[in-house]
DNA sequence: GATCCGC
DNA sequence: GCGGATCAACGCATT
DNA sequence: AATGCG
């Protein structure tokens, strides 16, 4: 019995330590290994937060936002302004930098929405979906109003499970306006929505004023906020994926659809639905002249 | 998970 | 050398 | 300033 495991150069300790129920340390770093092609698009030049179970996700878990000084050389990083001061972050920019996350139990990278060349301008607009109830197909009607919502502003949304209980609607975009602004018009499309069907959707901030409607978050669109990385596990039952779909796979995707074996399934035989995302990308002039002219 | 401290 | 204690986030909104 | 939230 090995005491540790290789896996793309990488040693994993307590290999067969179960992080979730029937999937175990070594299965994580094959994982990240495994997906890291489709996945490392999505987190190059990106500061993480690092949420990590080391006892599996029944034990106890906690967010690690600077690098350690344990973390060897080749794991890239960057130093990103605070409020008090600055601070070292990962950067995820090879797939042995996932592995040895893996390692270090890190079961769900989470992301920066803007990039180290422009940390204060997101390429990234982000609508999150919550919600408050079970009804799925409000949930999936809502998550389908925002997406034509900001097709209807001139940019180009793309769809994702959370791996939790909702979706997330991402738009890319140039790097060009603050944090502050693009909230800004994310809060503006939401409270638009919220005047047009005050019976599905609230952006009311706490959590007992919501009642069984479909909170729609804006304020991941923060200097420092974070998402949830793209193919990311999650520290829920069954390691269910946070997953890009389709549009057309809204109706028969669920919110935790897709876990580790069958995102290595999927991925094995289709191409990653945000591959060209980037290319998509808008600046947000013309969004704005459209939703003044919306709300008017 | 890794390090530090006391024994 | 081993067991135990300790540490590992933060920006924004609301009140 | 403190609390709630993700
Ligand atoms: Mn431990
Ligand atoms: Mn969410």
Not at 2 to 31: C, F, I, M, N
Not at 53 to 69: L, T, V
Not at 236 to 261: F, H, I, M, N
């Amino acid at each position: 019995m090995a005491s540790t495991e290789t896996v793309h150069d990488v040693e994993v300790t307590h290999p067969d330590k179960e992080l979730w129920r029937g999937v175990t340390k070594t299965d994580l770093a094959h994982y990240y290994d495994d997906v890291a092609d489709v996945m490392l698009p999505h987190l190059r030049d990106r500061p993480v937060s690092m949420q990590r179970f080391p006892d599996g996700i029944g034990g106890h878990g906690f967010y690690e936002k600077r690098i350690p000084a344990h973390f060897p050389e080749w794991v890239d990083r960057v130093t990103v302004p605070t409020a008090d001061g600055e601070q070292e972050q990962v950067v995820v920019s090879n797939a042995r930098s996932l592995v040895y996350l893996a390692q270090q139990a890190c079961v769900t990278p989470h992301v920066w929405l803007s990039r180290r060349r422009h940390l204060h301008q997101p390429d990234l607009l982000v609508v999150d979906l919550d919600p408050s109830g079970r009804d799925l197909p409000a949930l999936r009607r809502a998550t389908r109003l925002v997406g034509e919502l900001l097709d209807g502003l001139g940019l180009v949304p793309f769809l994702r499970t959370t791996g939790s209980r909702g979706y997330h609607v991402t738009v890319p975009l140039r790097p060009e306006a603050g944090f502050d602004e693009v909230r800004a018009v994310a809060a503006e499309a939401a409270d638009l929505l919220v005047e047009r069907e005050p019976g599905l959707f609230t952006r009311a901030a706490r959590v007992a004023d919501r009642g069984d409607l479909v909170y729609l978050d804006v304020l991941r669109n923060g200097y420092g906020q974070t998402v949830v990385a793209p193919y990311a596990p999650r520290a829920r039952p069954g390691a269910p994926v946070s997953t890009p779909l389709e549009w057309e796979e809204l109706s028969s995707v669920e919110p935790d659809g897709y876990d580790l074996a069958r995102v290595r399934r999927r991925l094995a035989q289709r191409a990653d639905p945000w591959a060209g995302l980037r290319r998509r990308a808008r600046g947000l002039g013309r969004a704005r002249e459209r939703l003044a002219a919306m709300r008017s």
